[in-house]
């Protein structure tokens, strides 16, 4: 049964870092083809991709934000870390990871409200 | 970048037949693949590839993919299938991907 949960915290002040893990279990990120992505949902707004990282490490990044990301994977401890640096208030959403071994994601996360609030 | 444009909502009767479009440049072109997200869930993949189905999805949900449009479509709706839906699609050239606006079903 293939399973990904998020964690981190759930407020954060403008300006500050964000730190998501997405811990997984069903499935190896060291296997050929596999993925992990970040999704996010402002609240009432539509689901906007953020990031992927590959088995073999390669990265994408959604490219207006690519200079505030940064995704890695820890294979051993079958997590995958997203960061993102100097949030504001508009970045309030519901951050989910999720599972690709296709241009398709198979299985989320529950997701994580993350909210921007000083 | 590459845009996916969904209509903000659809309204269809219990047992009829709900189509819900995803239009965008050439979208015959791209695999298109739809999720359903009901209230405070995370999406669930409904149709892969244009029109692969899951396992566990019902047949009643099936999708198309030509010129400029996609669709979803299900079949003999019910109270269950009212949700929000996503088209998404992986935009190779640039390897990002990509979602459409949503379109929010409602069975009246």
């Known amino acids: 049964q293939i399973t990904l949960k998020e964690s981190g915290p759930t407020l954060v002040k403008p300006t500050q870092t964000l730190t998501l893990a997405c811990s997984f279990s069903?499935?190896?990120?060291?296997?050929?083809?596999?993925?992990v992505g970040w999704i996010r949902q402002p609240p009432g707004k539509a689901l906007e991709w953020l990031a992927l990282?590959?088995?073999?490490?390669?990265?994408r990044y959604r490219p207006s934000l690519k200079s505030r990301l940064t995704i890695t994977k820890d294979t051993s401890k079958n997590q995958v870390i997203l960061t993102m640096t100097n949030m504001d208030p508009a970045d309030t959403a519901t951050y989910f990871c999720?599972?690709?071994?296709?241009?398709?994601?198979?299985?989320w996360g529950q997701g994580i409200l993350v909210t921007v609030s000083s | 970048s590459y845009v996916l444009t969904q209509p903000p909502s659809v309204s269809v009767a219990p047992g009829q037949a709900a189509r819900l479009t995803c239009g965008g440049n050439?979208?015959?072109?791209?695999?298109v693949h739809w999720y359903q997200q009901k209230p405070g869930q995370a999406p669930v993949l409904v149709v892969y590839?244009?029109?692969g189905r899951p396992a566990g999805v019902p047949e009643r949900f099936s999708g198309s993919n030509s010129g400029k449009t996609a669709t979803l479509i299900i079949r003999g709706v019910e109270d269950g299938d009212e949700a929000d839906y996503y088209c998404?699609?992986?935009?190779?050239?640039?390897?990002?991907?990509?979602f459409g606006g949503g379109t929010k079903l409602t069975v009246l």
């Open positions: 998404q699609v992986w935009d190779t050239g640039r390897d990002y991907v990509v």
């Open positions: 999720a599972l690709t071994g296709d241009p398709w994601f198979d299985a």
């Open positions: 050439n979208i015959g072109d791209y695999r």
């Open positions: 990282i590959y088995w073999d490490d390669e990265r």
């Open positions: 069903g499935f190896s990120l060291s296997a050929s083809g596999v993925a």
């Open positions: 590839d244009d029109n």
